[in-house]
């Protein structure tokens, strides 16, 4: 989780630091966890997130990590489908430009017990964004309990 490691920055710790223990370990961290609440659209929390986003992707290109996992949670439930979908849009992409030209993926995770919460959901959202640092997270036991994916729609998935 990002907030331990920014704990770990605001006490005394480095990124250099952190990289030589993961050096000396030998541990590669293959995904930053994660981007919460991507759906915030007031002004003042939209700013909020893109600076958040703008601070994970720089630890993920210190700690060498190619993907930050992002999700929506309960943030935008109350809204219509088609105005919900449009700020997870709008979110989306912004996330996605912050990552791109440092070569950083993003994989969002539906949540079960949000309005945002199929495969299908997330992959058309991805689809619509155009973007190629955009994919999404196959967690059984999350989309069984969201209950919007079948697993004949997981077998179906694109694999790349």
């Given at each position: ?15 250099a ?6 050096a ?20 003042e ?29 309960t ?86």
């Amino acid at each position: 989780m990002p907030e331990h490691l920014y704990r770990y920055l605001d006490n005394g710790g480095s990124y250099a630091k952190y990289r030589d223990l993961l050096a000396k370990y030998q541990i590669e961290i293959t995904c930053i966890n994660a981007l919460k609440r991507m759906g915030r659209f007031q002004p003042e929390e939209r700013a909020a997130l893109l600076r958040e986003a703008e601070k994970v992707v720089q630890a993920a290109v210190e700690l060498r990590c190619p993907v930050v996992q992002i999700m929506a949670l309960t943030e935008l439930d109350h809204l219509p489908d088609a105005a919900r979908d449009a700020i997870l849009l709008e979110n989306l992409c912004a996330i996605a430009d912050i990552g791109k030209p440092h070569g950083i993926k993003f994989q969002i995770e539906v949540v079960a017990f949000t309005a945002f919460n199929s495969l299908q959901h997330a992959l058309d959202l991805i689809k619509q964004s155009g973007k190629d640092n955009l994919g999404v997270v196959v967690d059984f036991g999350t989309l069984h309990a969201g209950g919007g994916t079948t697993p004949d729609e997981v077998v179906r998935m694109d694999k790349v």
